[in-house]
């Protein structure tokens, strides 16, 4: 027995008990042609090509019934290494159609953590339909060409050695089975990090065929886990921080969730989930602690530099409406959504002739030290001209951002955005980023911003 994340799993045989259990799909079938209730479990690794892998994962799938819309596969993904998804993304059903590409949902993917940023990689879907193989066959799929190369071997098992190709040339290599739609292995060049090139691979580890009432059982508990997934209107996502309303929802289902999935595999998605709300109510408590704290509250004096080398002075913000976005500012890792700041500079050019003042503040610890303020500032200077930037951006390693209730030691994350009315009182204190309106953009600052103007003396 093979001991993975996902508890012990059955080793087969491709020349034994897998050939009888797996069954080849002809390239008309309206399904990928694995029995309804196998549990299959991969291992991958990724890493920059001809380097040790610093990134491994495990992939448990099980098989559905196939429908005239094609076969669902409910997948768990467990991650060691560089990076890994917030527990809600780590599960979900992807349908595959008759040549087993994926429809619908997004098929399963991994973080990886990489110097200077996290990049989403997609783990190609081990299952290739086909007709019966042989080499010189060839076929168009998912954006690829396939051609069968040749019989082969991969780890004592009876493969076709199937290569896959786009414009570029070829990028991935299948080892698949003989005797069944499963492919055994498969490598991929996968490029980012300014186009360099990383192997991903892919090794089938085991495959169980679940007794029918353990499958029903299991295929309750997917059901179970996607539904609240439904539940929540979450959409895949790198951060963890879920809106008040959805705690809300994960606090009411988990008891539910609890009982559903009492044992098994995705037990762990479960104790992830009990960790997350405990984490997710201290960090939301701790938020509207510092909304009641300074809201309503003097702002206070304060100093700080500006990226153009002058200082500037809250004396000099009065009889106005002053806006605080403390970010980052960082170029790399450039990420979604960039802070929001293109809303913020457009609402800054909508509002600055009425009276307003927006100071981007960049939070960067960095700039404590001479030895580390160099680097920072010429990252927040890409930033800001990358952005095209109009408001002035500020510097801060810490004093400043920790004057009005860091989030960061609560657990949370910036931004933070501060606005002080022309009393010199915090008038509107909001953390996270904005809903953002299609056709109003950051509406609920503009209004706060509108109502404090009200205060500005003519």
């Known amino acids: 027995m093979y001991q993975s994340p996902f508890g012990k799993i059955a080793l087969v045989s491709f020349v034994g008990a897998l050939c009888a259990c797996l069954m080849s799909a002809p390239l008309g079938a309206a399904e990928p042609g694995i029995p309804a209730g196998s549990q299959i479990t991969y291992r991958g690794t990724l890493a920059k090509t001809d380097a040790t892998a610093d990134k491994s994962f495990d992939l448990l799938m099980l098989a559905g019934e196939p429908t005239d819309a094609g076969q669902p596969f409910y997948w768990m993904i467990e991650e060691k290494g560089r990076g890994a998804w917030p527990w ?197 408590g701790g938020v509207k602690s510092l909304v009641e704290k300074f809201q309503g509250q003097p702002a206070g004096k304060f100093t700080v530099d500006q990226l153009s080398g002058d200082a500037i002075d809250s004396e000099a913000l009065k009889n106005q409406v002053t806006v605080l976005h403390f970010w980052d500012y960082k170029d790399e890792p450039l990420e979604e959504p960039y802070g929001q700041v293109g809303y913020l500079d457009f609402l800054y050019g909508k509002r600055k002739d009425s009276g307003v003042k927006v100071l981007g503040v960049a939070v960067d610890h960095r700039l404590g030290d001479e030895n580390t303020r160099g680097p920072a500032v010429r990252g927040i200077r890409k930033l800001k001209s990358f952005m095209n930037l109009s408001y002035p951006i500020c510097l801060d390693h810490g004093p400043l951002v920790r004057k009005f209730g860091d989030p960061v030691s609560l657990g949370a994350k910036l931004p933070l955005v501060v606005v002080i009315g022309p009393d010199g009182k915090i008038v509107h204190y909001h953390l996270g980023f904005y809903k953002v309106e299609r056709d109003r953009g950051l509406a609920e600052l503009d209004q706060a911003i509108t109502t404090a103007l009200k205060g500005v003396k003519k």
């Open 88 to 284: 809600l993304e780590r599960f979900g059903v992807m349908t595959l159609d008759k040549a087993g590409q994926p429809v619908g949902a997004a098929p399963p993917a991994i973080l990886y953590d990489y110097d200077g940023g996290t990049a989403v990689v997609s783990v190609p879907v081990p299952i290739l339909p086909g007709e019966e193989l042989a080499a010189g066959k060839n076929w168009e799929a998912g954006g690829l060409t396939y051609a069968v190369e040749k019989a082969d071997k991969l780890e004592k098992r009876d493969v076709w050695l199937v290569q896959g190709s786009d414009r570029f040339g070829r990028n991935r290599t299948v080892y698949r089975d003989k005797s069944s739609p499963l492919a055994v292995g498969i490598d991929q060049r996968v490029f980012f990090n300014m186009g360099t090139e990383y192997q991903l691979q892919l090794r089938l580890i085991g495959i169980d065929k679940l007794a029918d009432e353990e499958a029903t059982q299991r295929l309750a508990q997917f059901t179970a886990l996607t539904g609240l997934t439904a539940k929540l209107k979450r959409q895949r996502s790198q951060k963890p921080e879920l809106t008040e309303d959805q705690i809300e929802v994960l606090a009411a289902e988990l008891p539910k969730l609890q009982k559903a999935i009492a044992a098994g595999p995705l037990t762990r998605l479960v104790e992830a989930a009990d960790q997350d709300l405990k984490v997710q109510r201290e960090r939301t």
